[in-house]
DNA sequence: CGTGGAAGTCAACAGGTGTTGACCGCACGG
DNA sequence: CCGTGCGGTCAACACCTGTTGACTTCCACG
């Protein structure tokens, strides 16, 4: 196994590539994005792109590999759950490019839309069956805070609709806190 | 004034153009949407859509104009508006592109984003105004109505989540309903 | 030293893009 | 009957894209 081996001299630079090729992602979604201007942002040629990560779609997955770390909400008061997301989730958009590098891309290359719901499955909704028993509610619910957080996400960092950005942190989790947790604790009343 | 003057043969071709634009702009947002694509679709020339339109910026903006035809919600009973809401946006949503042109696009493209704040701005605000007479605060409560709306849409149409795009209508509705009036009836709570 | 392989550079490719201007043909008013 | 203008076609432009392969430079090790 060489996964021990010293650092070699090229990890700077690919580095240098992810955090580039992260943050015009971000910026401007996959299709806008250049392997050119990736390049020149890492201050290398687009060459070496191509060498460290095979193509622009591969440099993509990589770039766009990451954890949203939800918190455990199984220990915390029922009345904390909510604003606990809401607040988490803030902070984790505020301080990493990753969630807006999804939302930019997702809406028009399928292999991210494909990551996006990876996420979900994988991250999403292993945390809220923990509190709902039944998988198939826990998959809806699931859902249900997705789209809460994605539209807040949608409107504050991509729309930019002003009285979204206009709120300040403290705002947004006092008014997004009740509403996951009424989505949190309801239960499917119609139908079926 | 020459409005009223008689249909002119090209107007069966400009709007073909308009058709396949908006189908195109719905499926693959402003980028990877090619005015070739669109003149192929419209069984024309390229140079057409040029003479037509002026630019892929101002066709976008013809194809992006529309209504959200927001019902009125004052008159209905307190306990369906949420319910209102939520089945009139389903249904807008499934029969017209409109909507899927501005998601998609305005990820990406700082015009479409702008046209989105414009819509929301002429035709959200207004329609949440007339429930609350506090302006500001009817701005805020329009803001996260939006982001319920979009955080459904994005789920449920773009990154196609499975929970998301297996429920039915009436279970979105069902479960829509009560989220949005629970937002309408809301009040800023917090600090200040 | 010198040699082998890794790290990095350069120039070019094939294809696609928005956009332009010169050209054609047909209907219609004189 | 002509010719004028509108609807439409064609070919080309300048540019940008992801990707490739041959080339040079540099460092570590024998």
């Known amino acids: 196994m060489t996964s021990a081996s010293r650092p070699r001299r090229s990890d700077a630079t690919r580095a240098a590539i992810l955090n580039a090729a992260r943050e015009r992602f971000a910026a401007d979604g996959y299709d806008r994005t250049t392997i050119r201007a990736v390049a020149a942002d890492a201050r290398i040629d687009p060459a070496m792109v191509m060498r460290y990560f095979g193509s622009k779609q591969q440099l993509f997955a990589a770039a766009a590999d990451f954890d949203l770390r939800i918190p455990a909400i199984t220990g915390l008061p029922p009345d904390q759950v909510g604003s606990g997301l809401a607040a988490h989730f803030l902070d984790r958009w505020e301080d990493s490019d990753s ?94």
Chains 1, 2 share one sequence.
């Open 99 to 192: 969630l807006q590098v999804m939302l930019r891309s997702a809406a028009t290359n399928e292999a991210a839309a494909e990551h996006a719901r990876r996420i979900f499955a994988e991250q999403v909704t292993p945390a809220v069956a923990a509190l709902e028993p039944d998988p198939e509610e826990a998959a809806a619910l699931a859902a249900l805070v997705a789209a809460q957080l994605i539209g807040l996400a949608m409107c504050r960092y991509v729309l930019r609709l002003p009285p979204v950005v206009a709120m300040g942190r403290e705002e947004l989790v006092a008014r997004y806190g009740p509403l996951l947790e009424s989505v949190l604790t309801s239960r499917r009343t119609g139908t079926r």
